[in-house]
């Protein structure tokens, strides 16, 4: 057993004197988001729990340049990993790599119907639905970069109106099929809300993070690591242009600044 000299990761702020908000939340935001994003794209096998109670902060043990932050993520309570099957995991991956804009109308259609074929695979009869609310987790200020009708923010108030307050008829259903959705999946997609709840807490009302959009940002961190998923279908959905890419030697950065309580599960090491 090994003693964590930090405290759960939303109480940084007052546990550490030298804690900096525009330094430190952005700096470990993209350690535990890729973190996850490489668990899911380049194993299948992930931590389904990784809440504010389970992600703990601690200074670092080594020195660090000056501007860097001095604190590193700690993740425990591994017992409850689940794992994508790698047809789940590739497709999962191609999914998310069709993410971002797309350069033109060609690519938009292609992407969109292959999108489409994915999803009917697993039962998702509601494609932007899925995209949105389990993907994008549930912001309907986001668009759907695949769909096929134009998106305004009329039309995107409309829709949360009708949604949220019309309770008889909550609009067309996400699933044709259930059964067809692979239960891990469906985890995976969880699992961003837990980290989501840390970053809502750690920014909320902050003005040093002002023009920092966390969902943004993890969003490219996602688009990223799925392109580097092995084996995943690739012509014509990928635009490399147009994500944030994070170089080798960075990950290998974001893995040091993000680091696994050595209990029961040796999939938590990566």
Known sequence: MEFIDGCKIINAPTFFDDWDYARDVPALHAALET??????????CFHGDPHPGNVLVRRRADAVPAGQSPFQVVVIDHGGYY?????????YAEVWSMMDEPKNDAQKTARRARLKAIMAGWGV???????????FNGSFGAADPTASITENGEARRHRWN??????????????????KMPPALMKAFGVG????NAWTVLSKGRKELRGWDFCK??????????RKCPGTHRAPLCVMGHCL??????????QQDIEPFPGRQAQATL
């Open 83 to 91: 794992t994508l099957d790698d047809d789940t995991r590739k497709k």
């Open 162 to 179: 009708w949604m949220h307050q019309k309770t008889d008829d909550l609009g067309p259903p996400i699933f044709e099929d259930t059964a």
């Open 193 to 196: 809300n837990f980290t989501r």
């Open 35 to 44: 973190w996850h994003a490489m668990q899911l794209f380049l194993t299948g």
């Open 245 to 254: 890419c994070i170089h080798a030697e960075q990950a290998d950065q974001h």
């Open 125 to 135: 009869g509601h494609t932007s639905r899925f995209v949105i609310e389990q993907m």
């Open 217 to 226: 940002v993890r969003v490219a961190i996602m688009i990223d690591w799925a």
